[in-house]
């Protein structure tokens, strides 16, 4: 399953700088972006230039990330670069629009849907993706954000080299708009939420929430510092779209509650469906 979805995210990695990014000139940043700005001053395959681009950071990859990542890297490098120049090259696929940003837009979106695939598979499309891999292991922030850091000094150059800022500025918003989605492939939309309440009538609330939303709760030892009292506190995972059923219902009990809610990314359990 995880070599299916390597190749479907690399074939949408594919696409996206076949279909939008390379036509229109726009540099998302890494490696590929590299390979991109040698192509446009001296018309070298993009795909090719990125793979022997990619060979040093490839080594790395493996020393440091471990062999098998090294080996589903290689399979992604290679399927994405070269269908890149299959496309480009051999098809001469069309872009579905002369309009610039939508390009940048939609080919952003597109390759960080890609690269989202590829990374939940445990490899990379190479490039400053493997240097995002990387770093996020020994940092608290995320592969995207240690891409977007990374691809920005790319794109500036880019804008240097070609004199073109125009389009250096859409690059930037292809990478944000990459780095966003591979997040949100990587950790998923927020789908539960996790609500703590503190009251005065917590039997109440916890006899509410299970005769009207069928929710188990749990209730946790809590204490006031500055009241010099035990207060219990009510936990209770609620899905999204029960939000406003349940804030409702503490509201008609307690006006007064302190309540605390928070986005839960998984929950493993009764009532709750499992990721992919």
Request: hydrophobic share 50%; with cysteine.
């Amino acid at each position: 399953m995880k070599i299916l979805y390597i190749i479907i995210g690399c074939i949408i990695c594919a696409l996206s700088y076949a279909v939008f990014l390379i036509p229109h000139q726009i540099v998302p940043g890494g490696v590929t972006g590299i390979a991109m700005l040698l192509h446009f001053l001296y018309h070298t395959p993009v795909g090719l230039a990125a793979i022997i681009l990619n060979i040093p950071l490839f080594i790395i990859a493996i020393r440091i990330l471990g062999v098998s990542y090294g080996i589903k890297s290689v399979i992604a490098i290679f399927i994405t670069n070269l269908l890149i120049d299959f496309l480009v090259y051999t098809i001469k696929i069309p872009t579905p629009t002369n309009n610039t940003v939508l390009a940048a837009l939609y080919g952003g979106l597109l390759l960080g849907a890609g690269l989202g695939l590829v990374f939940r598979s445990g490899a990379s499309t190479g490039g400053t993706d493997i240097v995002g891999q990387i770093l996020t292991r020994f940092t608290n922030l995320s592969v995207g954000m240690w891409i977007m850091i990374v691809d920005f000094v790319v794109i500036t150059l880019a804008g240097v080299t070609t004199g073109s800022f125009e389009l250096a500025l859409l690059g930037y918003l292809a990478l944000f708009l990459s780095s966003k989605v591979i997040d949100l492939v990587l950790e998923g939309m927020d789908y539960a939420r996790a609500a703590f309440i503190i009251s005065t009538k917590q039997d109440k609330i916890i006899n509410r929430i299970y005769d009207k939303m069928r929710r188990g709760v749990t209730v946790l030892d809590g204490y006031s510092p500055y009241t010099k009292e035990k207060r219990p506190v009510i936990m209770c995972v609620i899905t999204k779209k029960e939000t406003h059923i349940f804030k409702s219902l503490i509201k008609d009990i307690d006006d007064n509650a302190f309540v605390i809610l928070t986005d839960v990314f998984e929950v493993l359990g009764q009532g709750f469906r499992r990721r992919i």
